[in-house]
């Protein structure tokens, strides 16, 4: 379970600002652009500031019993810029995503296929201002949905900067 906070917390960060779609995007208010450049270039915010930030996550329609717990991850760059595509999931093939930028919000989509034909759609929506909260919700749709409840489902992230990282989490 915690491995994916970890996994929703890092696509978290990098859709805040990893973007790259050349003068057109920066010219082009709310248009698409792809996963790969820096944030500068396509008008999306450079990332969260560094330092300590709690994550809850909250999904819909779960028992609390399946929502992670909260947890603490020291951010020590404000930059997240892609190096390429994610690696991918064993079984797992996915499209580059794309993102947007739409008034205050960032919106992003991604889609992946698993090699037994399951095709899971994500459409995320951050809001905030990057340097002492923001929220990413996520709303997916299975297809077909492993069981009823998987069919359509949204994931809440709120992120909190709570202050600067302990000297412990110095590299």
């Not at 960032?106 to 002492?132: A, H, I, K, P």
Request: charged share 20%.
């Amino acid at each position: 379970m915690r491995t994916i906070i970890m996994v929703a917390g890092l696509a978290t960060l990098t859709l805040a600002g990893c973007n790259q779609a050349g003068d057109k995007a920066k010219d082009a208010p709310g248009a698409a652009v792809d996963a790969a450049a820096p944030a500068a270039a396509t008008g999306l915010p450079e990332g969260p500031t560094p330092g300590l930030w709690r994550v809850t996550t909250s999904i819909a329609g779960m028992p609390a019993s399946v929502t992670p717990p909260a947890m603490e991850t020291c951010i020590t760059e404000s930059k997240f810029e892609s190096q390429g595509p994610a690696p991918e999931t064993p079984g797992m093939t996915c499209e580059h995503p794309t993102f947007r930028r739409d008034g205050d919000a960032v919106l992003g989509r991604s889609v992946c296929t698993s090699t037994e034909g399951v095709r899971m759609e994500s459409d995320y929506r951050l809001t905030g201002d990057f340097t002492r909260r923001y929220t990413m919700e996520v709303k997916t749709t299975t297809t077909p949905a492993p069981t009823p409840a998987m069919a359509s489902t949204t994931m809440t992230m709120n992120l909190e900067r709570l202050g600067d990282c302990p000297a412990s989490a110095a590299q």
